[in-house]
């Protein structure tokens, strides 16, 4: 939930379209099904890395992890509500079309029920804003507690006008942190971790994500510990 200034805010004012017959409101019991979904055009080279960072982080707290690619996304499905803004709010750069976080649920929860998945992460490359609140510009990410399922856009994970001088090996670190952050909400709820190099410490820029580390600070694995325990596993 980078740059996502209120976090209990976008629960009462989501507008998530769900087909109505599909109950998603209902408590995970872990360990379950975890699948990360590649919406558009992200590089699928850092999936054995994201999987051991996953694996490492929320060690057995998923039975598997599947990663599907869903890259036929029809152009129509995005013609809606974008926005379009400078690139990274830089006055002097091109506009580029941000496309409201809800778009990406519904694609997100389909996803869910289609695989069989508890919990669903989506990574994309294209731009996000947030449907629940449209100031919130070109995010890193955000989770949607109820349908536990949420987005991280590698979007401004990649610094464009520096890109040249930034590992790709540091762009895919920050991409980690962001999937291990959003599914640590999903686990944990909205709240923010204080300890500075905890992952799920809020960043509001790609400075903040590049000086927090990949790992849960020992509260929060405490947290992980509760979640453990009270699911009996
Ligand atoms: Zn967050
Ligand atoms: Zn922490």
Known sequence: MSKFQNGKDFLNKHTLVLPINQSTNRRIIFPCHLGIIFIGNVSTS????????????????????????????????????????????????????????????????????????????????IPIYSSSNENLLFLFGEAHIKYMCAIVSTHNLIDLFTFKDVKLKKIERRIYKEVIHEIGHLIFGCEHCLNDYCVMRFSKNIKEIDNKSIYLCEKCKLKLEKVRARDNF
Do not use: W
């Open 46 to 125: 850092m999936l054995k890395k994201l999987r051991f960072h996953l694996e490492q982080t929320f060690d057995s707290f998923f039975f598997d992890i599947q990663f599907i690619e869903d890259a036929n996304l029809h152009p129509d499905i995005f013609k809606l509500k974008a926005k379009e803004e400078h690139n990274l709010l830089n006055k002097s750069s091109e506009k580029v079309l941000l496309q409201p976080t809800n778009r990406f649920y519904e694609i997100i929860v389909n996803k869910k029920f289609e695989y069989n998945f508890d919990i669903g992460i989506g990574l994309t490359n």
